[in-house]
């Protein structure tokens, strides 16, 4: 009977441990008082708009990006992609380029964001 007892508790515990495991970002925390809303911290990790950002597909069918910062300042970013690794934060500096192809070439764009 207390095997049964542990058992059942073991199980439990399990279930409550992996809920919480589970829990988005998004119902973690309350917005208000300060708090920052899951589509405020997506939006402030877009780059500025002074980095210019050109979708293309490279001539064996890789979906890439092209990065051009027009900003006074390096600026750092990283190419996001669905269905591949993300690329590494890469600093560009003024008035240059950077192209992000990704690894495999079922990859598509998803987004550029600020790093």
Do not use: E, Q
């Not at 495991?21 to 998004?26: K, L």
């Not at 939006?43 to 500025?48: K, S």
């Not at 690794?85 to 192809?101: E, G, L, R």
């Amino acid at each position: 009977m207390k095997n049964k007892i542990a058992l059942a508790g073991a199980g439990i515990v399990l279930a409550c441990s992996s809920a919480a495991f589970t829990a988005s970002a998004a119902t973690a925390a309350p917005v208000g008082n300060g708090a920052v809303a899951v589509a405020d911290v997506d939006a402030a990790a877009a780059p500025p708009s002074c980095v210019k950002i050109k979708k293309y597909t490279t001539w064996n069918g890789y979906r890439s990006y092209s990065i051009t910062n027009k900003c006074a300042s390096t600026k750092k970013v990283k190419a996001i992609f669905k269905r591949a690794y993300d690329s590494s934060c890469t600093a560009i500096k003024p008035n240059k380029n950077h192209k992000f192809v990704p690894n495999v070439p079922i990859a598509d764009w998803d987004k550029v964001v600020k790093c």
